[in-house]
């Protein structure tokens, strides 16, 4: 099992820029596939990033593609979203996610545990 905590939110002006941390705690961090959701007021959560355990591979969902980067570091036991040119409608509480399947990465589905969120708000 492993628990997860995000941080980074806040309020930033569109055009900026955030960076999410989401901390595991655990020993096993390095062997979870691990993912970013968001869920803005009134709609569905979805699928914003994934990453494999080793860190080799990423996927960015196109909406927030050449904005957004997934990166972890086993080490540290920490995956980030580094968020960019940031714009009003990626207001929104993101959370972090993690699986034991490899394919969680790009099919946002499959995730086992999850974060308590952290708000992100991004003023026009």
């Known amino acids: 099992q492993v628990q997860l905590v995000e941080s980074g939110g806040g309020l930033v002006q569109a055009g900026g820029s955030l960076r999410l941390s989401c901390a595991a705690s655990?020993?096993?961090?390095?062997?979870?596939?691990m993912g970013w959701f968001r869920q803005a007021p009134g709609k569905e959560r979805e699928f914003v990033a994934g990453i494999t355990s080793g860190g080799g591979n990423a996927f960015i969902v196109d909406s927030v593609k050449g904005r957004f980067t997934i990166s972890r570091d086993n080490a540290k036991n920490t995956v980030y979203l580094q968020m960019n040119s940031l714009r009003p409608e990626d207001t929104a509480i993101y959370y972090c996610?993690?699986?034991?399947?490899?394919?969680?990465?790009?099919?946002?589905?499959?995730?086992?545990?999850w974060g308590q969120g952290t708000q992100v708000t991004i003023s026009s």
């Open positions: 655990g020993r096993t961090f390095s062997t979870y596939t």
């Open positions: 996610a993690a699986a034991l399947g490899r394919l969680a990465y790009t099919r946002g589905s499959g995730f086992d545990y």
